[in-house]
C-alpha cells in the first residue's frame, strides 16, 4: 500500500521546475561591497610578466618582438684593467700650428681663408699677413728706398760711360763700379720687399682645419695661434694617473668610440706632475678617431700585464634593480629569465668582467636586458 499521497499535475510540474532551475550553472553570489559588476572572470595571465621571486616570464613571441639576444659565458684569463680619465689631443707628428711671424693684417689667401673641418695639403699658402709699420718708421723705410734707387741709377750711368772707355780705363775699376751697382740693386729690392711683402701662413702638415681663429681684415700679433691642422685618423690620448706605480706594469690600452673598440699603444710617461697626476701618453689610430673631437675628455682602459679568471660580457648587459645593485639577467628556461647580482671589473671600454654572480655555461642576455629590467 503507497504511504504517500500521490501527486497532483500541478504539484508535479513545480517540481521539475525547481529541478531545473538548480541544474543551470549561476554566478557565485558575493558579499556586499564585493560585487564585481557582472564582469566576466579573468583569463589566466599568458603575457610577459614578473614573478612573485623576482623572475621575469616572457613567452617566445615577445622575445622576439623585444629582440632578446644571449650569449653563453665563458671563464677566461682576462688581464687586470684600471679606468682612467683623458684627453684627446693632437698628435705632435702628425699635426701642427700656424702662427703668425710678424705682426698685421690677415689677407684671405688663394682659395679664401680655410674654414674649420677643411683638408689642406702640406705647403699650401693658408693667408697672408700684411705686416704692420708705424707712420713714421714706413716714411723712413720709402726715404732710405729713393736714396738708393737714386744712387743706383747715378752709379749705373757712370758705369756705362766707363764700358765706353774700356780700353784706356782699368777693368779692376769697372768690375767695381758694377759690384757697387748690383749691391744698390739688391738693398733696393730688400727693402721695397719690407714695405711691400707678405707673409705667407703656410701649411706644416696635411690634414684638417680643427680650429680657425681669425677673419678677412683681422689684426694679428707676432706668435698668435691662427689655425691648427690635426690628422683625424692619427690622434693622441693623454690621460693623468694618480699612481706612479701604474706606468711600470702597463701592457696595453683601449678606448671605446662608439661601439667600436679603438687599441691604444703606450707611449710613454712624463716625470713632471701636473695637478699632481702623471701624464700617460697613448698613440691611437684608426677610422673611428674621426668622430673625435681635439679636447674632448674621454674614459680609457688600462691593461696590466697580469691576468685573473673572469667572464667577459657586453657593457650592455649590465642592469641595475630596485637596490642599485648591478644585475644581468639570465635565461634560466625556455620562456623564464632570472635576475643574478654581480660584481664587475673593467676590461675594455665595450665589455666588462665578471667576477662572481655568474657561472660558466650560463646564457646571459645582451640585448634586450633594459625592457626586460622594466617588466613589473
Known sequence: MNRFPSSTPRQLTATLA??????LPTGALAD?????????????????????????F??????????????????????????????VVSDPQSGGKVQA??????????????????????????AWVQPAAAPLE??????QLAELRAAGALAEKRLARLRELADTVPRKEIEALESEVAAARERAGAIGTGLSGRDALVAPTTGVIASSSVVAGQVVDARELVFEIVDPARLRIEALAYDPALTSDIGGASLAVGGTQVPLQFVGAARALRDQALPLAFRAQGAALSTLAVGQPVRL?????????????PRAALMRNAANETIVWVKTAPERFAPRTVTTAPLDGLRVALTSGVAPGERVVTDGATLINQIR
Open 138 to 143: 714706413r716714411a723712413a723705410q720709402a726715404a
Open 101 to 126: 711671424l710678424v705682426a698685421g693684417r690677415i689677407v684671405p689667401g688663394p682659395r679664401g681663408l680655410p674654414e674649420p673641418g677643411q683638408a689642406v695639403r702640406k705647403g699650401e699658402v693658408l
Open 18 to 23: 525547481l529541478l531545473f532551475s538548480l541544474a
Open 58 to 87: 616572457l613567452p617566445k613571441p615577445s622575445q622576439r618582438q623585444l629582440a632578446v639576444r644571449t650569449v653563453f659565458t665563458t671563464l677566461a684569463a682576462l688581464p687586470r684593467s684600471i679606468e682612467l680619465d683623458g684627453r
Open 301 to 313: 682602459q688600462v691593461h696590466s700585464r697580469s691576468t685573473h679568471e673572469a667572464i667577459a660580457v
Open 32 to 56: 556586499a561591497g564585493h560585487d564585481h559588476g557582472g564582469a566576466p572572470p579573468a583569463a589566466a595571465a599568458n603575457g610577459p610578466q614578473r614573478l612573485p621571486d623576482g623572475s621575469v
